[in-house]
T-cell receptor, first 109, second 114 residues
Framework: GQNIDQPTEMTATEGAIVQINCTYQ??????LFWYQQHAGEAPTFLSY??LDGLEEKGRFSSFLSRSKGYSYLLLKELQMKDSASYLC??????????WGAGTKLIIKP | IAGITQAPTSQILAAGRRMTLRCTQD?????MYWYRQDLGLGLRLIHY???????GKGEVPDGYSVSRANTDDFPLTLASAVPSQTSVYFC?????????????FGPGTRLTVL
């Protein structure tokens, strides 16, 4: 079966750095996405990785290791507005997205 | 403003009733998707459409049907609602199915079936 694993919840302090991990087992791999979802709102796109390595975009970076079936999202200089759920999704061999359940990130002052 | 709209925002429905959730996008995207999101679970694909005139089944299609008569609209119909269909429903679109582009999501419809 196909499986995406992420921690259910994480807590971090404003101004700090947090790393959210995602491991996956899917039938084929055609890219990995990270989305942010604030409570009661729609998911919004953060990053896309298809090759191994680090993609940096401002305060957010995403890393991929295809051989390990592993990715992480790194958030730097945390702000209160970063409190949200972070969703990991893998595009499988049928080009459909398989979604993890999301990691709820709580930022404390 | 370009984007995806969904209607209604929320709905309480009696079991056994028929319901259509509406989704419209003005970005001229070819591919559209319907997901449901339940607490503790990832988004699950119900149905998708790679282009106008075609549809396909996702992971959890039972009890749902879709149509794609034109590029902009992708309605989702529950023929006879059941309580297990209580969920938040998101419509999404992407420029082309299967490429590197991300999916853009509508604001969601919160459906409660009693």
């Amino acid at each position: 079966g196909q499986n995406i694993d992420q921690p259910t919840e994480m807590t971090a302090t404003e101004g700090a750095i947090v790393q959210i991990n995602c491991t996956y087992q899917t039938s084929g791999f055609n890219g990995l996405f990270w989305y942010q979802q604030h409570a009661g709102e729609a998911p919004t796109f953060l990053s896309y990785n298809v090759l191994d390595g680090l993609e940096e975009k401002g305060r957010f970076s995403s890393f991929l290791s295809r051989s390990k079936g592993y990715s992480y999202l790194l958030l730097k200089e945390l702000q209160m507005k970063d409190s949200a759920s972070y969703l990991c999704a893998v595009r499988d061999s049928n080009y459909q997205l398989i979604w993890g359940a999301g990691t709820k990130l709580i930022i404390k002052p | 403003i370009a984007g995806i709209t969904q209607a209604p925002t929320s709905q309480i429905l009696a079991a056994g009733r028929r319901m259509t959730l509406r989704c419209t996008q003005d970005m001229r995207h070819n591919a559209m998707y319907w997901y449901r999101q339940d607490l503790g679970l990832g988004l699950r694909l119900i149905h998708y459409s790679n282009t106008a005139g075609t549809t396909g089944k996702g992971e959890v299609p039972d009890g749902y049907s879709v149509s794609r008569a034109n590029t902009d609209d992708f309605p989702l119909t529950l023929a006879s609602a059941v309580p297990s269909q209580t969920s938040v429903y998101f419509c999404a679109s992407s420029p082309v199915a299967g490429d590197t582009n991300e999916q853009f999501f509508g604001p969601g419809t919160r459906l409660t079936v009693l």
